[in-house]
Nanobody
Framework: VQLQASGGGLVQAGGSLRLSCAAS????????MGWYRQAPGKQRELVAA???????NYADSVKGRFTISRDNAKNMVYLQMNSLKPEDTNVYYC?????????WGQGTLVTVSS
């Protein structure tokens, strides 16, 4: 199983980034996918998730700014991040879940400067 996240970088506050996660080794179209983030010394937290049917949920802190989407034909999941804030600075991780297994990808660093 491989979840390859990309798209992180340095952006000014108010800017946008799109994270991508390429999945392989899983049955993607039946897997729930999610983006999590973790700041140093803090627990990893859910940012956004999308299930196999396309239903989504978001952390309150990103609602209205971030959008998660998936492309089952390409085994890809995306996180469009708009109106970025300095507090969005984190390492972002992609996760797949298909009962009873879940897998994590490597993180991609997002840095938002004020």
């Amino acid at each position: 199983v491989q979840l390859q996240a990309s798209g992180g970088g340095l952006v000014q506050a108010g800017g946008s980034l799109r994270l991508s996660c390429a999945a392989s080794g899983i049955i993607f179209n039946v897997s729930a996918m999610g983006w999590y983030r973790q700041a140093p010394g803090k627990q990893r937290e859910l940012v956004a998730a999308i299930n196999s049917g396309g239903d989504t949920n978001y952390a309150d802190s990103v609602k209205g700014r971030f959008t998660i989407s998936r492309d089952n034909a390409k085994n890809m999941v995306y996180l469009q991040m708009n109106s970025l804030k300095p507090e969005d600075t984190n390492v972002y991780y992609c996760r797949s879940y298909s009962y009873p297994n879940y897998h994590w990808g490597q993180g991609t660093l997002v840095t938002v400067s004020s």
